[in-house]
């Protein structure tokens, strides 16, 4: 099992940036492809972008590529989100998850964090 504990959230102005943290703890946190999904106030959740184990490939949903860039740092435990140019529609609580595979599905991830709260205001 990975317990997974995202921070990093806030409230921010469009067009600023914020950079979201997800550590995992209690499981060999490098064999797992690492993704983040989020949930907009009275809408499904829906993905983000995802990382493999190893850094070198990543997939972004068309919504955030090109001002989004995730990351990993395995010595730490942490996978990183980093959000440029922000829009009121990015407003979201954000989750980050565990997967044996890189994929955008949801279904396909075990492990969930708790998520963090980020609003993006006009």
């Known amino acids: 099992q990975v317990q997974l504990v995202e921070s990093g959230g806030g409230l921010v102005q469009a067009g600023g940036s914020l950079k979201l943290s997800c550590t995992a703890s209690g499981a060999t946190f490098s064999r797992y492809n690492m993704g983040w999904f989020r949930q907009p106030p009275g809408k499904e959740r829906e993905f983000v972008a995802a990382i493999t184990w190893h850094g070198s490939s990543t997939i972004y949903a068309d919504s955030v590529k090109g001002r989004f860039t995730i990351s990993r740092d395995n010595v730490k435990n942490t996978v990183y989100v980093q959000m440029n140019s922000l829009k009121p529609e990015d407003t979201a609580v954000y989750y980050c998850?565990?997967?044996?595979?890189?994929?955008?599905?949801?279904?396909?991830?075990?492990?969930w964090g708790q998520g963090t709260q980020v609003t993006v205001s006009s």
């Open positions: 998850a565990a997967s044996a595979v890189l994929t955008s599905r949801e279904d396909l991830y075990s492990h």
